[in-house]
Every structure is written in structure tokens, then in C-alpha cells.
């Protein structure tokens, strides 16, 4: 998912470089939205991380 969130904001400068600011906008904010979600998954695998780590101690 990184991967595709990189992928998206690299098109977003190469069209930015062109000048199309139609897709330059639409990219970088497909590219933000892909990366909040990645941020948001690996918080969500910390904590069940740290939950099962902490209950198989008992």
C-alpha cells in the first residue's frame, strides 16, 4: 500500500512539472488519503501488537 501511495505522489510531480494541475491535485490527494490509511493500519498493529505481547506473558 506504500508502494501505490509513492507511486501516486511521484505522478503527482511529474505532472506537476508538466503543468497539469488537474492531475497533480487529484494525485497528491489519492497519494494522501493511500498514506493516512497505511499510518492508520500500522497504528492498529502496534497496538495489537503490543496487546499480545503483553498477554502472553501471563
Known amino acids: 500500500m506504500l ?3 509513492l507511486m501516486f505522489f511521484v505522478v503527482a510531480i511529474v505532472a ?3 503543468g497539469f494541475g488537474g492531475i497533480a ?3 497528491t490527494e489519492i497519494a494522501q488519503f ?3 490509511i497505511f499510518v ?3 497504528v ?5 501488537g503490543a ?3 503483553r498477554s502472553g506473558l501471563k
Open 40 to 42: 492508520a493500519l500500522l
Open 16 to 18: 506537476a512539472l508538466f
Open 51 to 53: 496487546i499480545d505481547r
Open 3 to 5: 508502494r501505490l501511495s
Open 34 to 36: 493511500i498514506f493516512f
Open 44 to 48: 492498529v498493529s502496534l497496538i495489537f
Open 25 to 27: 491535485a487529484a494525485s
